[in-house]
């Protein structure tokens, strides 16, 4: 467990100046930063990687392997951020605590916790700390797709009004699949459960001492729609057992966005070196709380996430169905709007797989001579060769496909390969490939009537200036970034400014505070027309292996489940 604090660039002084807390936890770790309320300053902040960081092999607590597919995290994790990051985020930023007036936080999502009624996760009942479903099913635990798809097929047979609202398919990601699968593989704790939190809702709690479940996860992850869930019938014909599951493990008092969950609770505020009784805003979604911090909120301007994943949020001011979307929720990023999601389960995720298990060694060394990362290292040797030169194009499935074919049974494909085939090339195929995913979630939007004006991208990997040229040539549209590189965490404090009775509301909070960078990258119109070529060839392999021309890659997954049962190895 490490914690590593950044340093203000220069000393500020509380005088009648306030502040608020922005917590971002991320996959593998959770990020305080310190706000300054008048103007969005960031003072300081520290970051605390997750002792038990994702557990997706082996279990911790018994080294047990898990199978495929399987991506689960310790709770604890989580309140430890509250400990370490946030005092020491307040001690870099060199401000009095008591002038910090609210806590926001963000969560990655789905990611859902078993807890009894008082908020204890299963897994810390010593009983059940060697069973698996105890723990933290994290966003990307994608072994629930069997399960999201009976409820796909059967809410199209039944004509289930809320389906089209989720582009026509509900993914194994979220609430509803992950808790069917819990019934269904270990009885016993789905019934000992009393609440299925999101861990958005689930550290709120943990700041409060109060249980509110946020208007974002609900309407996106939770099949929430026009104030209901789905119903009993519904759920009785997946399983009769679960058939109270919305009305008996999810259904609770939902918190508008922006608004206050609760205080700041004593034990709390011992945690985290903060006044006892501040505002704590209602939880949110890592992606959709940084759309204020982008000022991004105006119908249009789609914000791009891009970090392991990347997830794509807008606002419309009119309700429609944009198919494969991850959801349209009725202030599901700010009030007064429609939000709308989508997302790609895998981006910095692929390009880190691959440097991990395919770069050799040279490289590694060759970099590190030159001063730099793998990761740049390849991306020096391949920006300047000709688009198109490598032979190449990629499939960028290596986690599953979000959007906006809602399939976590695909997996990544690079065809063009020969003897000649140097080992940037398939690191620049692979950047382009994420980039053409994004271009087919652009068009979508822009077919179904929710016309995509303005890319914003926030995230770690806008630093790369050849992968933000490439998106703005492959997407032929102007880029602009938000001028933060904490986007999530900065969103967070905006909401908890507006928790705190700062501002009127979170739009008002995110005008003031909010940093962008307009039109940062601009299509070439060469390098646009090139890039065409390729997504031509990228969108037939998405057809011919997404939309079941060939299901090979369903195929391939089903074996390698076989071949896990047989031997009780994780693969």
């Known amino acids: 467990m490490s914690t590593t604090a950044a340093q203000p660039d220069a000393v500020f002084r509380a005088g009648d100046e306030s502040y608020v807390i922005g917590i971002d936890y991320g996959t593998l770790s959770g990020r305080a930063v310190v706000v300054r309320v008048s103007d969005g300053a960031e ?24 199978p495929p597919e399987w991506a689960l995290q310790v709770p604890r994790d989580y309140v430890a951020v509250l400990k370490s990051a946030v005092p020491a985020a307040v001690a870099a930023a060199g401000i009095d605590p008591a002038r910090v007036i609210g806590v926001g936080t963000d969560f990655t999502a789905c990611t859902m916790v078993p807890v009894l009624a008082d908020g204890t996760p299963l897994c810390e009942l010593p009983e059940y700390a060697g069973r698996p479903h105890a723990y933290v099913k994290l966003w990307k635990h994608h072994s629930a797709q069997s399960q999201a798809d009976r409820i796909n097929d059967l809410a199209a047979e039944r004509g289930e009004g809320w389906l089209p609202r989720y582009g026509g398919l509900i993914s194994s990601e979220w609430e509803f699949a992950k808790g069917l699968e819990l019934l269904e593989e270990d009885p016993e704790l789905y019934n000992r459960m009393d609440h299925w939190v999101e861990a958005a809702d689930w550290i709120v709690w943990q700041l409060t001492g109060s249980y509110v479940r946020n208007a974002c996860t609900a309407g996106y992850k939770g099949i929430l729609q026009d104030g209901a869930y789905p119903d009993e019938d519904f759920l009785a014909a997946l399983n009769p057992a679960f058939a109270q599951f919305a009305n008996e493990k999810v259904a609770h008092e939902i918190g508008r966005l922006g608004d206050a969950a609760g205080r700041l609770s004593a034990e709390a505020a011992a945690w985290t070196g903060l006044p006892e009784g501040i505002a704590v805003a209602v939880g949110n979604v890592d992606a959709h709380v940084t759309g204020p911090a982008a000022q991004a909120v105006q119908p249009g301007q789609m914000v791009a996430i891009m970090g392991t994943s990347t997830c794509h949020v807008m606002n419309s001011d009119h309700l429609t169905e944009v198919p494969g979307m991850c959801g349209v929720v ?28 395919q770069v050799p060694a040279r490289y590694f060394t060759e970099a590190e001579a030159a001063g730099l990362s793998v990761h740049q290292y390849l991306t020096e040797l391949i920006k300047d060769q000709p688009i198109g030169g490598h032979g190449l194009v990629a499939l960028d499935w290596h986690s599953g496909n979000r959007s906006v074919l809602v399939d976590h049974e695909l997996s990544g494909l690079v065809v063009g390969t020969t003897l000649t085939t140097r080992t940037e090339e398939i690191y620049r195929a692979l950047l382009e490939a994420t980039a053409f995913g994004t271009r087919v979630i652009v068009e979508t939007f822009n077919a179904s009537g929710v016309p995509v004006t303005e890319f914003i991208v926030a995230g770690g990997l806008l630093k790369n200036a050849f992968l933000m040229q490439a998106y703005s040539d492959i997407l032929r549209l102007p880029i602009s970034t938000i001028a933060s590189e904490q986007g999530p965490a900065l969103g967070s404090a905006i909401h908890a400014a507006a928790a705190a009775g700062a501002y009127p509301d979170v739009r008002a909070a995110g005008q003031a505070m909010g940093k962008l960078n307009k039109n940062v990258y601009t299509p070439n119109e060469k390098s646009s027309a090139a890039y065409d070529k390729l997504f031509a060839e990228y969108s037939l392999l998405h057809d011919y292996f997404g939309r079941g021309t060939n299901n090979v890659m369903h195929r391939l997954k089903a074996l390698k489940r076989e071949a896990a049962a047989t031997t009780g190895a994780s693969a």
């Open 330 to 357: 009725d202030g599901g990023i700010v009030a007064g709007l429609f939000g709308y999601e989508a997302g790609q389960s895998g981006v910095g995720d692929i390009f880190a797989w691959y440097v991990n298990n």
């Open 43 to 66: 003072l300081g902040s520290a970051t605390l990687d997750y002792p038990h960081a994702v557990m997706d092999t082996t279990l911790a607590a018994t080294g047990a392997a898990l």
